[in-house]
């Protein structure tokens, strides 16, 4: 997962994740009670409706001695592919819950989570927000976003908007 956050006096706490680390909050406050315990959930590049790997997952879940293999050596993809047990669990009774704030932080340069597999469902407590939207120089990927200082900053006013701080924008290779 990532960071917790808890405000001073404050009786909930706020969960940042990235990639699966973004999905698994869902699913506690979703299922096992978290709804009640988080204020709010930042998903950083996250898999909140499954990965499909541009149909490549999807391919392989449909032929179950690929699948297999895969599963074995990357666990992770069994649980993340759109569709998968797990997303469509998550997904029971909606992807949010009142009470809750929630924000995705995404990039367009994000090879491994497209836009329309991290996003969550419009609503009033329901942020989604995109790294090039704040500055299109930023050319952040899925393994560069935690460490990118706009997608942080960006990530410190979804937590504190009274402290809100524009990100300076300035060009951010691909790069790891």
Not at 4 to 16: K, Y
Not at 75 to 94: I, M, N, R, W
Not at 102 to 108: L, M
Not at 150 to 170: E, F, G, M, S, Y
Request: overall charge negative; glycine content about 12%; hydrophobic content about 40%.
């Amino acid at each position: 997962m990532g960071l917790f956050h808890r405000a001073p006096g404050g009786d909930r706490v706020d969960l940042v994740g990235h990639s699966q680390g973004g999905l698994v909050p869902l699913f506690y406050i979703n299922h096992l009670g978290g709804e009640s315990k988080i204020g709010t959930m930042i998903g950083v590049a996250p898999a909140t409706n499954g990965i499909s790997a541009y149909g490549m997952l999807n391919f392989l879940a449909a032929h179950s001695q690929a699948k297999d293999a895969v599963g074995n050596v990357i666990p992770a993809v069994d649980d993340g592919t759109a569709g998968s047990a797990l997303v469509t669990e998550t997904g029971e009774g909606g992807m949010t819950r009142p009470g809750v704030e929630y924000a995705t932080v995404s990039s367009r340069h994000d090879l491994v989570v497209q836009l329309s597999e991290s996003q969550l469902p419009p609503g009033p407590n329901v942020s989604n927000v995109v790294v090039q939207e704040f500055c299109p120089e930023d050319l952040t990927n899925h393994g560069t976003m935690v460490h990118d200082d706009i997608t942080l900053r960006i990530v410190r006013n979804l937590l504190d908007p009274a402290t809100a701080v524009a990100p300076a924008c300035h060009p951010v290779a691909p790069l790891p």
